[in-house]
């Protein structure tokens, strides 16, 4: 194409330089010829009509002639012919066209202005197939640069898709290998053909919720939270775990070997020194999963709460009884697992929680008892004698609500939470109070994000009860036998309850 456009250049450069009066140079015949051709050239217009003045000067001029040839004797020359007697272009199977004599004879036979015209009309042929071939490769450069920006995006597609494809086999293969490991820790199990998360691995999501809390929480009462703390109080029984030989009672155990007729101390007839740390407790965790906590992400906030709390109460007294309740038109009471998996139901029966929690608490035998109730709005249903459940009705539901309310408070002991999440609406927060004051506890009004932590403090605070004990006079000591430690011969009647006592434990724990 370059080079098209410099042989053209180079032509036009000689049209501009030729002498039109005789034969051009051969590689601009064919142009010249297209020139000379053109209808409209002022050469092929035909010659405009003589007027009267000519054709009188002409009529004279063959009247003379006449009279010359008539009485002279002797023929008078032609006269030249006016204007254009010879056409330029002749007869071609293939159109018009100009042979090289003709084109020769053609360009003598021109006057000044017609050779300015033909030099003009050359040249703008000449521009003409300049501007052509430049529009052509112009539009071949276009279409050399779409095809290229195709290839590139073709190209980036293919790496985007690559790239895709590797992401996701790896991203199956983490996947793969997180199943096997959470099969083998027993994370998971496989149900049908799905696989279900189980006991373990919410418990061990509930610890991570629980430290992610702990952050949040003052210093008192992130210690609190940390396990067991030392009472200086013990209590002498028979070794019951392997872990307990680090506070062997040696002398007692020897001696009772000895009076058993053994050599040596054996594990049946081993004492060891057993700290008492707690108190025997019950915790009621009820929670409202009505359809309006699917609103603002309030019940996945008391769901992490709630397994949060959990591994507080476990952490704090493993023995612990927990009993978990959600609560719409009706009560169930749930484990972790179903906790995590709950959805949202339909209306808040609050007086159904509470009894609920009534029958839980009053024939438990512990000495520390806690509820802890979780809403975001009014009671809105309440069960009738009956047994159905009606909805709809605010100030029967109300009433139902207050009724239960002062049923369980009639449970000795008992601390009761109230836990109420913000709503616009301020008839909540005068509804949440009247049922916290009927119950004999506290009302705590929070939002989901702070959820957990007012959760976790409150249950920090609690009083522990702790079971003091004066050591008896000290028992004579064997003889040849060093005397047992003051601060450990509990053997009376603390000891008989200690060990009497059974494991009252719900949901796995």
């Known amino acids: 194409m370059q080079a098209r456009l410099a042989e053209l250049e180079a032509r036009l450069a000689r049209a501009r330089t030729a002498d039109w009066s005789r034969s051009p140079p051969a590689d601009l015949w064919e142009d010249v010829s297209e020139a000379l051709l053109l209808p409209d050239a002022s050469w092929n217009r035909p010659a405009p009509r003589p007027g009267i003045g000519a054709r009188l000067r002409a009529l004279f001029a063959r009247l003379a002639a006449w009279f010359r040839r008539l009485f002279g004797g002797r023929r008078a020359a032609p ?90 086999r790896v991203k199956e293969g983490e996947a793969r290998r997180l199943e096997r490991e959470l099969r083998e820790r027993g994370f998971v199990a496989e149900q049908g053909n799905t696989l279900v998360v189980t006991f373990g691995l919410v418990q061990r999501f509930a610890r991570l919720l629980l430290e992610e809390e702990s952050q949040r929480l003052p210093a008192e009462v992130r210690l609190s939270l940390k396990g067991e703390g030392a009472t200086g109080i013990y209590e002498k029984a028979r070794l019951r775990r392997a872990e307990e030989v680090a506070h062997l009672d040696v002398p007692g155990s020897l001696l009772a070997a000895r009076l058993a007729g ?81 959805r949202a139901g339909s209306f808040t029966n609050t007086a159904e929680a509470l009894r609920a929690a009534h029958l839980l608490l009053r024939s438990s035998r512990a000495t520390r008892r806690e509820v802890y109730l979780l809403t975001d709005g009014l009671p809105e249903a309440y069960t009738g004698e009956d047994g159905r459940v009606h909805s709809g009705q605010l100030d029967r539901a109300m009433e139902a609500a207050l009724l239960r309310a002062t049923e369980l408070r ?80 509990r053997e009376g009647a603390a000891g008989a309850r200690g060990r009497r006592r059974r494991a009252d434990r719900r949901m796995g724990g």
């Open 79 to 168: 006269a030249a012919p006016s204007g254009r007697s010879v056409t330029f272009a002749r007869a071609s199977p293939l159109g018009r066209a100009i042979g090289a004599s003709e084109l020769g004879e053609a360009l003598a036979r021109l006057s000044a202005p017609q050779q300015q015209e033909l030099s003009e009309r050359v040249e703008g042929s000449l521009r003409a197939r300049e501007r052509a071939l430049e529009r052509d490769a112009e539009e071949k450069r276009r279409a050399v640069e779409s095809q290229r920006r195709q290839l590139e995006a073709e190209r980036a597609e293919a790496a985007r898709r690559a790239a895709a494809e590797t992401e996701q």
């Open 262 to 342: 053994l050599r040596h101390i054996d594990e049946s007839q081993s004492y060891v020194y057993r700290e008492v740390t707690s108190e025997r407790v019950h915790v009621v965790l009820a929670f409202d999963r009505s359809g309006s906590m699917a609103e603002a992400g309030k019940l996945e906030a008391a769901k992490k709460a709630l397994l949060a709390l959990y591994v507080a109460i476990r952490r704090r007294h493993p023995d612990a009884t927990i009993d978990l309740l959600a609560f719409d038109n009706e009560v169930e009471v749930l484990d972790l697992v179903s906790l995590w998996e709950c």
């Open 410 to 489: 009639t449970v000795r002991p008992l601390r009761s939470t109230l836990i109420l999440l913000k709503s616009p609406n301020p008839e909540y927060e005068p509804a949440a109070r009247q049922i916290a004051r009927t119950m004999g506890g506290e009302l705590v009004v929070t939002d989901p994000i702070h959820l957990g932590v007012e959760l976790l403090v409150r249950w920090a605070h609690g009083v522990e009860t702790e079971r003091r004990w004066v050591p008896p006079a000290p028992a004579a000591a064997p003889a040849g036998g060093p005397p047992p430690p003051a601060a450990a011969t």
